[in-house]
Nanobody, 113 residues
Framework: VQLVESGGGLVQPGGSLRLSCSGS????????MRWYRQAPGKERELVAL????????NYANSVKGRFTISRDNANNRVYLQMNSLKPEDTAVYYC???????WGQGTQVTVST
């Protein structure tokens, strides 16, 4: 199982980023996918999840209305569109399925002037 996140970077407050996660080594379309984040000195937290067919999504209250999770099962990818970014969104972002223990390397998002 391999998960590879990309798309992070430095953005000003109010800006947008789109994160991407590529999954391999498992039947991607069969599993709920999640995005987590971990800020310095804080515990890892669940940001968003999406059902295997993409028909159900759920978000942490802190990102609701600003972030959108989506997936492309044909290409084994899950995305996180992040709008109206705030400094408190600064963290390393990871994708994950609970079915396996594997974590990717994450992608750093920094929201700062």
């Amino acid at each position: 199982v391999q998960l590879v996140e990309s798309g992070g970077g430095l953005v000003q407050p109010g800006g947008s980023l789109r994160l991407s996660c590529s999954g391999s080594g498992f039947t991607f379309s069969s599993y709920v996918m999640r995005w987590y984040r971990q800020a310095p000195g804080k515990e890892r937290e669940l940001v968003a999840l999406i059902s295997s067919d993409g028909g159900y999504t759920n978000y942490a209250n802190s990102v609701k209305g600003r972030f959108t999770i989506s997936r492309d099962n044909a290409n084994n990818r899950v995305y996180l569109q992040m709008n109206s970014l705030k400094p408190e969104d600064t963290a390393v972002y990871y994708c994950k399925t609970l079915a396996f223990d594997s974590w990717g390397q994450g992608t750093q998002v920094t929201v700062s002037t």
